[in-house]
């Protein structure tokens, strides 16, 4: 198997863009992916593209969308796909193009990931999101993603003595690692309070549980590990990476305080790298609630299954702490535009690995080894990737 | 805009929806529900033998959707009701399955509290009421 590197990385901003469409949040991304490319890179040798994306502003281009993009960067004639699996279509894109450069059949591939959410009514957009969890079932028990994670939460309390304030926790540290991070849709803080009181959405969680609708896109240059020092002196190498799928109805799975596809994924990843989650100095984790980041401090082994509200505690996956988790903001504050959301998290490692996170409040030092963490709906597929610095000597 | 379930594909799952109809499996014995083509627990039988479950369980999980919270094709029964329980249930056959829990107690829902299965309508869709079980407290 070759070896797989990241040369180079761009994303548009998450937010509320009115103004651009798939089109041009995706070209956005790319020209700064392009852009940030050391010693630059000819697009025309790139061989071909992986876009991660559920709906494309709600059914705006469901077929065909991958040649609809590259064809608007100048690219109509590159081996273009769309990758769909919810939430993780960016994780599963970055996935399918690493196979593809570690095959050997590619030597120079995107990953990327676009959504453009704001321009449906909220009504649409959950509509969206709902057919992607089971339909027949948990849609008909008039259930929402929210309210099969709060089921999650709720056996989870029961279990292992999970408090309302450990959830609160998680979006409160997002939130106050969004402030400086210049790609986040909400950088302000929120206090402990506000957190656990905000306006209900499906019990235990509130909205301050929930990660918000975002546009956003995020693109990701992938070469044949033994070609990057011809892009860079300082790549970043996809030491391992693991995809696993799970039953994608809740009711139908053996447990719900942890997920199989996460705990498969990072088996595979781990193995591949040769690494442990000791190893691993910080981490961009799925918080598309605050109950899946800490069903993800177990599922990823930085702590056993059912005593992640400890780390919350002492305060370890806090910026400052021994392994922080979502320094971007995460979902939660960052944003999660659906198909960009697995992306993206490899632009944050790579600037990251590069001392390069812009604001120097929040750049992590002296870091070898991170992860990225990415999950479809409510673990239906889950996606996990190593990734180590590759400046040093 | 709501789920679509087409009316043939609910028609289709009318055993489950009305009567509870699980399958068990001819080689574990276990009972699976919705069916599946492959039993989930041993993974390997494709034959089985209807069952139509008890409708008796208990509480695994549970949550409150609410008003402002509901998917669109239930946003009117949150309006009316402010918000619905869903829970998790787990039979007494084995299998858990997921619904609306109806009359809710003042005092609250916890996990373990039993219940059984009620027919009950479940939303519109086309012009055509879909009917289906929820739960209820013992």
Redesign the interface.
């Known amino acids: 198997m070759e070896g797989v590197a990241i040369i180079g990385a761009g994303q548009t901003r998450y937010g509320d863009f009115p103004g651009k469409g798939v089109k041009e949040l995706f070209a956005e991304a790319y020209l700064e992916a392009l852009k940030s490319v050391d010693h630059g890179l000819d697009p025309q040798t790139i061989q071909a593209a992986y876009i991660g994306c559920l709906s494309a502003g709600s059914g705006f281009q469901l077929g065909q969308l991958a040649p609809l993009l590259m064809g608007h960067v100048g690219l109509p004639h590159v081996n273009a796909v769309r990758v769909e699996n919810a939430c993780a279509s960016g994780g599963f894109a970055l996935y399918t193009a690493a196979c593809a450069v570690a095959s050997g059949k590619f030597d120079l591939v995107v990953a990327a990931g676009v959504e453009k959410m704001r321009d449906v009514s909220s009504s649409k957009g959950r509509y969206w999101l709902g057919v992607s969890g089971d339909t027949e079932y948990e849609r008909l028990a008039g259930s929402t993603f929210a309210g099969i994670y709060a089921l999650m939460a709720a056996r989870y309390m029961h279990e292992y003595g999970l408090k309302r304030e450990h959830l609160s926790m998680v979006a409160v540290k997002n939130h106050r690692n969004a402030v400086a991070n210049p790609k986040a849709q909400f950088r302000r803080e929120i206090t402990l309070e506000q957190a656990m009181n905000g306006v209900p959405v499906a019990h235990p969680f509130n909205v301050w549980d929930c990660s918000p609708t975002t546009d956003g896109a995020a693109v990701v240059l992938l070469c044949n590990a033994k070609i990057a020092r011809q892009f860079t002196s300082k790549p970043v190498y996809l030491k391992g990476f693991g995809a696993a799928s799970d039953y994608l109805a809740i009711h139908d799975r053996n447990t719900v305080t942890s997920l199989a596809a996460t705990r498969r994924a990072a088996a595979e990843a781990y193995k591949q790298a040769g690494i442990g989650p000791s190893d691993i100095d910080f981490a961009e984790v799925h918080d598309c609630f605050t109950i899946a980041e800490i069903l993800a401090y177990g599922d990823l082994g930085f702590c056993e299954v059912g005593r992640a509200h400890y780390l919350l505690e002492n305060g370890d996956t806090q910026l400052d702490g021994r392994l922080p988790v979502n320094a971007s903001g995460g979902l939660k504050a960052k944003g999660h535009p659906i198909g960009a959301t697995g992306c993206g998290m490899a632009c944050e490692i790579f600037k990251q690995l590069r001392d390069e996170a812009m604001e120097p409040s929040r750049q992590i030092k002296n870091a070898r080894y991170a992860l990225s963490h990415n999950v479809g709906g409510s673990g239906g597929t889950a996606a996990v990737f190593i990734y180590q610095r590759g400046d040093e000597s | 805009?709501?789920?679509?379930?087409s009316i043939p594909?609910y028609q289709r799952?009318v055993p489950q929806r009305y009567r509870l109809i699980g399958q068990r499996c001819l080689k574990c014995g276990r009972v699976n529900f919705?069916p599946k083509a492959v039993c989930?627990y041993c993974l390997t039988g494709s034959e089985f033998e209807n069952v139509q479950l008890s409708g008796r369980g208990t509480i695994?999980?549970?949550?409150?959707?609410?008003g402002?919270?509901?998917?669109?094709e239930?946003?009117e029964?949150?309006r009316c009701k402010g918000?619905?329980p869903?829970v998790?249930v787990e039979l007494e056959e084995g299998?858990?399955?997921?619904?609306?829990l109806v009359n809710p107690p003042g005092e609250g829902i916890s996990?373990g509290m039993p219940v059984e299965a009620v027919f009950r309508r479940?939303?519109e869709e086309e012009g055509v009421i879909?009917y289906?079980f929820k739960f209820r407290l013992v």
Request: net charge positive.
């Open positions: 805009m709501g789920a679509h379930i594909m799952a919705p989930k695994y999980s549970y949550t409150i959707i609410a402002g919270g509901a998917p669109p239930f946003a029964d949150a918000s619905y869903v998790l299998p858990r399955i997921i619904a609306q996990i479940i939303y879909r289906g």
